[in-house]
């Protein structure tokens, strides 16, 4: 049987960002945006904030249909 604790753990989106702070909040300078740049949003990155094309492997292995956010210049 699992805790409550446990199960709370499994619920989770974020398995491994800034896990010691109580919430991630980022900040990007639209400078730093320039013509294009890729956000993860499922928190599997290892270059969080920015996306590192590990949705694709979690949305093979779970079903899940995430992608990152594409912010570009027109
Ligand atoms: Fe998270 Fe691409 S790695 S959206």
Redesign the pocket.
Same mark, same amino acid.
Request: proline share 5%; with cysteine; glycine share 10%.
């Given at each position: 049987l699992k805790t409550s604790s446990e199960e709370k753990k499994n619920d989770k989106i974020n398995t491994k960002i800034d896990l010691q702070n109580s919430k991630v909040v980022t900040t990007c300078d639209i400078e730093d945006v320039g013509t294009k740049s890729?956000?993860?949003?499922?928190?599997? +990155?290892s270059?969080?904030p920015k996306?590192?094309? +590990? /949705?694709?492997k /979690?949305n093979e292995e779970t079903g899940d249909n995430?992608?990152?956010?594409i912010i570009q210049k027109k």
């Open positions: 890729v956000y993860c949003r499922c928190w599997k +990155s270059t969080f996306c590192d094309g +590990s /949705h694709n /979690h995430v992608g990152p956010l």
